[in-house]
């Protein structure tokens, strides 16, 4: 390869080392903002549980929507945590749906100072470690390919491997 697209490779990854650590710094912070918020009832309106593929498995990622009352007025939220949970096995899936049935009372956590902010579960998710080591992975592939050499690629047409005399 030569120094352009090194180059280009590394810029690459590390604007996706950025991207990973803007969401975790993000998520961080309403990781443990949300420990110290409010605790009021609600009621799961949907709870779903989509099996997503990879390339050699599935995990499953819930999507739920529930609403809470305040003051008077209703809110409505999707957030179940910071980040949303996902889960390897059908049986940790379930586990989860059959803690948040659809039409059933639940306990909701929300900000004071925004009251329309919410999550059902306060303080770190486990997912949230990942996010910071996807950003220390794309930071290391970035400098590999910043410091990788492209002085190769020059001496390939003659099949040679030996370095330019200085």
């Given at each position: 390869m030569n120094n352009t697209v090194n180059g280009c490779i590394s810029f690459c990854c590390f604007a996706i080392c950025i991207w990973f650590a803007v969401q975790y710094c993000l998520h961080k912070n309403m990781a443990t903002g949300s420990e110290s918020w409010k605790r009021v009832s609600g009621t799961m309106q949907t709870m779903t549980m989509q099996k997503v593929a990879t390339r050699r498995s599935?995990?499953?990622k819930p999507y739920v929507v529930y609403?809470?009352?305040?003051?008077g007025k209703i809110y409505r939220s999707s957030a179940i945590a910071f980040p949303d949970p996902t889960y390897s096995t059908k049986k940790e899936a379930d586990f989860f749906?059959?803690?948040?049935?659809?039409?059933?009372?639940?306990s909701v956590y929300y900000d004071p100072s925004a009251v329309d902010r919410s999550c059902l579960k306060r303080g770190v998710s486990e997912p949230l470690e990942r996010e910071l080591w996807?950003?220390?992975?794309?930071?290391?592939?970035?400098?590999?390919?910043a410091f990788t050499p492209g002085r190769w690629s020059a001496c390939s047409d003659t099949g040679s491997r030996i370095m330019p005399s200085r």
């Open positions: 599935y995990y499953y609403h809470y009352s305040l003051g749906a059959s803690c948040y049935p659809e039409g059933g009372l639940i996807y950003a220390g992975v794309a930071l290391f592939m970035s400098l590999v390919f």
